[in-house]
């Protein structure tokens, strides 16, 4: 062979594109995969449970037409080795015979709060008052049933002071954190208002893992986030919006089940539990013993197989104090009763499930889906007859594509979400409660202090609608919402302090925000966005019968490059 044709074949060797990619969660790209699932384009990898490494989209032939970004370099793997006489035996038939490649990013965000912090599905960004920047870069490396991904996130939180609700923690256990910093609402959530006086960094391992996976099955251990569920925005059991976690994770990938010998296809299952260790902020309490807690998780997914649209879900998470780790507290999770949470007596356990439903219709472009919860159990089955809302909480969404003149695409969506607690508290029940609380785990649904499930925290309500319009080299998305941020509080502490005046002083958040997505280069992206952050009564506080405003301006720019 000659010079020029060994170089040739080693270039080739080195950087074959392959036509499948992994995304992060809430990336660019994965939205747009998202969008061009909705019709087909694309399948979706995931039935329910999703991470960066589950998260594996795969082309064949694209309709040009309906793959609008289809010149972008949206990111690929690359094909490093491969071996020229593979093993053919049922072993080898499930792993890749070969190793490939991804480099992630590098992406740079860069945030500003004008009035106070705003900001959510960002992992172990907080964003805060005045500047926010975050940096993340990565590789990933798989071959053989082998998998290792570095993609860390390095950020910076100016933490500008700004005036807040005074918090409902007093104390020598909370001096000087939570009583100065901490959460206003119920309490026994770590969640503080303020991260400290002062500017800090916040280094996090992001997507950063060890797997190994054989056929469907698989088991990882690291610290990539979670997203639970079809919700977009704010799903209710678990999402990206705090920090990861260290975490071991085993289960199946999405699989289709066949009759054997017949070769009947009989839908397509996801199961996948995992357990992991969640950490308190540095502004919660003094107490050094009760830093960590576990979560034990379970997601089992079902697709149908005379209506493939259609797919149900179940996932449950059950959190223990880690000093007290058992075999009650790694394996209760996986018993199909929802009880009490009590070992020897004690009620030492704070146990939420979901069900979903995602109804795809591709034909149309038409997607619908719903995620119910509940956060506590009840005695028997009679109580969820009488009763079924004792402490439930729902996300509720649909979206649609539609067709635009000059050959753009475009999609709107709708998220309702509700976490208000259930009329029975305080009133049939003598005491009340918030969805991501619970008396015994005193930080809550919770890791470094910001929330493990939706984004708009306990005890509130959402209402959102977007419109995204997509063009060759980029987007533009237009949005609207309405929330209110802890309705929990207004009930069961502002009433109580304030009678009829607590009814004038709801808190309540009204946003306006466009974006804009453009592409100098096929691989070189650049995003800007402005939110208008309307807030009613920041400080739960009215004048009179009228709301008193602070208004918070949101800008972000982020950069991003792909390889």
């Given at each position: ?43 979706r990898?995931?039935?329910g449970?999703k ?15 309906s ?12 094909l ?6 593979p ?10 015979q070969?190793?490939?490649?991804k ?34 870069a990565?590789a ?20 500008r002071e700004?005036?807040?609700?005074k ?18 609402g119920?309490?026994?959530v ?10 800090f ?10 797997r ?8 990882g ?54 357990w ?11 107490d ?10 379970l997601?089992i ?21 880690w ?14 009763s ?9 009620d ?53 594509t ?30 009340y409660?918030?969805f ?14 910001q ?59 009204l ?35 009228t ?17």
């Amino acid at each position: 062979m000659t010079k020029k044709g060994i170089l040739f074949s080693l270039i080739f060797f080195f950087f074959v594109s392959l036509s499948f990619t992994q995304e992060a969660l809430k990336s660019i790209e994965e939205d747009y995969y998202d969008f061009l699932s909705l019709n087909g384009t694309v399948a979706r990898p995931t039935l329910g449970y999703k991470t960066l490494s589950d998260n594996i989209w795969e082309f064949s032939e694209i309709d040009s037409e309906s793959h609008i970004w289809s010149n972008l370099n949206l990111g690929s793997n690359f094909l490093l080795w491969q071996a020229s006489s593979p093993v053919d035996n049922w072993f080898t038939r499930g792993i890749e015979q070969s190793l490939t490649a991804k480099v992630y990013g590098p992406e740079w965000v860069n945030s500003y709060n004008t009035a106070s912090p705003y900001g959510q599905n960002d992992g172990g960004l907080w964003q805060g008052c005045g500047y926010n920047t975050a940096f993340t870069a990565g590789a990933r490396l798989e071959g053989y049933g082998f998998e290792a991904t570095f993609k860390p996130q390095v950020s910076w939180m100016q933490n500008r002071e700004y005036e807040y609700i005074k918090p409902n923690y007093t104390g020598e256990t909370y001096k000087d954190k939570a009583e100065k910093y901490g959460y206003y609402g119920v309490t026994s959530v770590d969640v503080p208002q303020r991260f400290g006086d002062s500017p800090f960094w916040n280094f996090d391992w992001g997507d950063s893992e060890i797997r190994y996976s054989l056929y469907s099955f698989t088991v990882g251990f690291g610290t990539q986030s979670i997203w639970l569920g079809p919700a977009k925005l704010n799903p209710i059991m678990h999402s990206n919006n705090a920090s990861s976690y260290p975490k071991l994770d085993i289960g199946f990938r999405k699989t289709e089940l066949k009759m054997p010998y017949w070769e009947w296809y009989l839908g397509s299952i996801e199961l996948r539990g995992w357990w992991g260790k969640l950490t308190e902020s540095d502004w919660f309490d003094n107490d050094n013993t009760n830093d960590n807690t576990l979560i034990s998780g379970l997601s089992i997914n079902y697709q149908l197989p005379f209506f493939r649209d259609l797919t149900f879900g179940l996932n449950r998470t059950m959190l223990s104090a880690w000093k007290n780790m058992s075999s009650y507290t790694l394996f209760k999770i996986y018993n199909p009763s929802i009880s009490s949470g009590t070992s020897g007596g004690k009620d030492e356990s704070d146990q939420r499930v979901s069900f979903t439903i995602d109804y795809n219709i591709k034909n149309a472009g038409f997607e619908v889906y719903l995620e119910w919860a509940r956060n506590d159990f009840s005695p028997n089955r009679d109580y969820y007859i009488r009763y079924p809302f004792h402490t439930a909480g729902w996300t509720f969404g649909t979206e649609k594509t539609f067709d635009l003149p000059w050959n753009l695409k475009g999609a709107f969506l709708l998220e309702l979400t509700f976490l208000e607690c259930s009329a029975d508290y305080d009133r049939l029940i003598s005491w009340y409660s918030t969805f991501y609380a619970h008396h015994e785990i005193k930080q809550g649904y919770t890791n470094n202090g910001q929330w493990l499930g939706a984004g708009i925290g306990t005890g509130g309500n959402s209402q959102y609608f977007g419109l995204t319009v997509y063009y060759p080299r980029g987007s533009v998305l237009l949005f609207m919402q309405r929330r209110n941020p802890d309705l929990d509080y207004s009930m069961y502490i502002d009433s109580r302090a304030n009678g009829t005046q607590a009814e004038k002083n709801i808190r309540a958040e009204l946003n306006f925000g466009i974006s804009g997505l453009y592409y100098f280069t096929d691989s070189f992206n650049v995003q800007l966005q402005y939110i208008l952050n309307n807030q009613h009564n920041p400080l739960n506080v009215a004048s009179g019968n009228t709301s008193i405003h602070r208004y918070n301006n949101y800008i972000n720019l982020s950069l991003s490059y792909k390889i």
